[in-house]
């Protein structure tokens, strides 16, 4: 028999077992459980940490096991474009919930010999409630406001607790006021007053770090209305989990021994993205080995350069000498994977040979490091890096080139 490879690394891809999270599940559990809706959820972390699977999988399960709708998408970054263009988006993610509910009936009469009265039955679809909306009188909050508590009039009578409108990538959302439009302002505008009136729409929002700063920049109450979950890296217990689970079963051709489990833990430091990624080639590798096991510490380092290859390099490589320069800096610094100031970056680069950084130059350099995604700015005014694990990457492109 065939033991296809249990791994399937990539964004978004279910994995063979969802380890850990079971703090972040719990919280959720919680917020589920609020009578009337003062906390909505905003899941975040760096990518590839978890977020688009622990919602998917996990969260919406558990929603629906506890008596709640669920519906929601991916935000690209047209929704910035406006505000019209979220009411859209609403609209149609909703209208999947309510379609299948009937509002009225309509009696159509036939005509001819026998005339047949025929009943039709008529459902909140996408017509309908887009016709609700642009015949509301008001702004696109009011219309939108319309449509949310009509929605609810209509699917509460099944008994269901409320409904999760749950948005991934949501850091796509943004104010626009060169263009005089505030999708995101709206949407926090909108959900306030709808939850005030006992109106058990939830919002989940998952994204980027720079997700919940952002919310709070558009309307200060954000700070109030969410709980903020931060996926981090799995602990070494949960790590063990991830890489062990899915090839335990009977029948599985490949097995890892502990030193070889303890390698793919350390190397991936403990990010599901590159625990999939390196127990997928693992996998390939044993598997391609009928004459014993290779050695694992040999295999693995291999599979790193590869993860290096086909996950940094790309990013690396979109970067000028000069700001090769200062990411290897910050790389240096002991706060590197945690969080660093334009101060520490400025005064370690004095202490270098070669032409160091003035504080206005390395905030310039940051912005647009960020604009590329390598970095970001937290709710303090401090920095970090926006890929996990970057600066062991940069500290090993400094290595070879010293070499
Ligand atoms: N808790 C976990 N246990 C095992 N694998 C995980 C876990 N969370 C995420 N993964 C895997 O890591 C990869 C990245 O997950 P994803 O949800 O796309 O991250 P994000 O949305 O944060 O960028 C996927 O292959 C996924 O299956
Ligand atoms: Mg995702």
Redesign the pocket.
């Known amino acids: 028999m065939i033991f296809p490879n249990p791994?399937?690394?990539?964004?978004?891809?279910?994995?063979?077992?969802?380890?850990?999270?079971t703090t972040e599940i719990k919280e959720f559990e919680r917020l589920l459980g609020q009578p009337v809706i003062l906390t909505n959820l905003v899941l975040t972390?760096?990518?590839?940490?978890?977020?688009?699977?622990?919602?998917?999988g996990a969260l919406k399960s558990l929603a629906r096991q506890h008596g709640w709708l669920w519906t929601g998408n991916e935000l690209s970054e047209a929704i910035n474009i406006s505000e019209e263009k979220l009411a859209q988006r609403l609209i149609t993610d909703l209208s999947v919930l309510t379609s299948q509910f009937e509002v009225d009936r309509q009696v159509i009469e036939g005509i001819g010999f026998q005339p047949q009265r025929e009943e039709r039955s008529v459902t909140f679809d996408h017509a309908l409630m887009e016709s609700l909306y642009r015949t509301t009188p008001g702004l696109v909050s009011d219309k939108i406001k319309a449509v949310l508590e009509a929605t609810w009039q209509v699917v509460r009578q099944s008994g269901v607790q409320g409904i999760v409108l749950a948005y991934?990538?949501a850091q796509n959302l943004a104010d626009r006021s060169d263009r005089d439009q505030y999708p995101l302002s709206l949407l926090l505008d909108v959900f306030q007053s709808i939850q005030k009136k006992g109106i058990p729409i939830m919002l989940v929002l998952?994204g980027?770090p720079t997700l919940f700063p952002k919310l709070v920049e558009a309307r200060t109450f954000a700070e109030r209305m969410f709980k903020v979950i931060t996926?981090d890296k799995?602990d070494q217990h949960?790590r063990r989990?991830?890489i062990v689970r899915p090839i335990s079963d009977s029948q599985c051709p490949v097995s890892f021994t502990p030193p070889a489990v303890d390698e793919i833990a350390n190397r991936s430091g403990g990010?599901?993205?590159?625990?999939?990624?390196i127990c997928y080639e693992m996998f390939e590798a044993y598997l391609g080995h009928s004459d014993g096991v290779p050695r694992p510490d040999v295999t693995v380092a291999h599979i790193a350069r590869k993860l290096d290859s086909d996950f940094f390099s790309g990013r690396w490589n979109k970067v000028t000498d000069r700001q090769r320069e200062l990411l290897a800096i910050i790389a240096s610094l002991e706060a590197a994977d945690d969080e660093f100031t334009v101060q520490e970056i400025s005064e370690a680069s004095r202490k270098l040979e070669g032409k160091p950084f003035s504080p206005s130059h390395v905030n310039q350099m940051l912005g647009a490091l960020a604009e590329q995604g390598l970095i970001f700015k937290n709710r303090h005014g401090k920095y970090s890096f926006a890929v996990p694990m970057l600066a062991d990457f940069i500290r090993r492109q400094s290595n070879e080139t010293i070499r």
């Open positions: 791994v399937r690394p990539g964004a978004g891809h279910p994995p063979p077992y969802l380890a850990g999270r972390g760096l990518r590839g940490v978890g977020k688009t699977v622990l919602l998917e991934d990538e998952t980027l996926l799995l949960d989990d991830a990010y599901p993205y590159f625990i999939q990624f």
